[in-house]
């Protein structure tokens, strides 16, 4: 069966970066785009951008343009999600989310990681 | 940017009875990319409607959408226990893609 599993929670001061994983299992992890949205305390789900694991292509949200980095390990079946100069406004949970393409929901979740920025 | 307004914020009902979801979106969005998420506490959304209408892998049928071009729809025909949850619309038409603000089904 198709899964999603993210790492672990993360804390991490003011203006410093974090790095979220995702590793794919239960299918051809080459096949499907991987998106990556976030969710902070109260505000709704936000997306962020997504990357075409077979050829590392990647598109983001202008909000998060020169922010964010998502990369690709083939060998591992890995997504991964870099988000620099961190501000509390980035305290959220981080999910990584597949599309089923040429469709374009988000049918598998992975189950989200909390990056928390506090000093 | 598409902003998607959902109503209302929270709809108070009791199971059995019949739940419509609003999203109403800033500008037309392609109906084959609009869909709806159920969110419960502590857990990632899933999927419950992809191209306005079509349900997700094991959804039951008392879910379905309709819509077109501003204005979609998420019906819950009778509410079972386990559909008390936050619904959550999303377009992927253009980008960025963008959800609604979410409607909280809670019970009455």
């Known amino acids: 069966q198709v899964q999603l599993v993210q790492s672990g929670a993360e804390v991490k001061n003011p203006g410093a970066s974090v790095k979220v994983s995702c590793k794919a299992s239960?299918?051809?992890?080459?096949?499907?785009?991987m998106h990556w949205v976030r969710q902070a305390p109260g505000q709704r789900l936000e997306w962020m951008g997504w990357i075409t694991p077979d050829t590392g292509n990647t598109r983001y949200s202008q909000k998060f343009q020169g922010r964010v980095t998502i990369t690709r390990d083939i060998s591992a079946s890995t997504a991964y999600m870099e988000l620099s100069s961190l501000g509390s406004e980035d305290t959220a949970l981080y999910y990584c989310?597949?599309?089923?393409?040429?469709?374009?929901?988000?049918?598998?979740w992975g189950q989200g990681t909390l990056v928390t920025v506090s000093s | 940017e598409i902003v998607l307004t959902q109503s209302p914020g929270t709809l108070s009902l009791s199971p059995g009875e019949r739940a419509t979801l609003s999203c109403r979106a800033s500008q037309s969005v392609t109906s084959s990319y609009l869909a709806w998420y159920q969110q419960k506490p502590g857990q990632a959304p899933r999927l419950l409607i992809y191209?306005?209408?079509s349900r997700a892998t094991g959804i039951p049928d008392r879910f379905s959408g309709s819509g077109s071009g501003t204005d979609f729809t998420l019906t819950i025909s009778r509410l079972e226990p386990e559909d008390f949850a936050v619904y959550y619309c999303?377009?992927?038409?253009?980008?960025?893609?963008?959800f609604g603000q979410g409607t909280k089904v809670e019970i009455k």
């Open positions: 999303q377009q992927c038409d253009t980008s960025p893609r963008t």
């Open positions: 989310a597949r599309v089923p393409a040429p469709s374009k929901e988000l049918d598998y």
């Open positions: 191209g306005t209408s």
């Open positions: 239960g299918y051809t992890f080459t096949s499907y785009p």
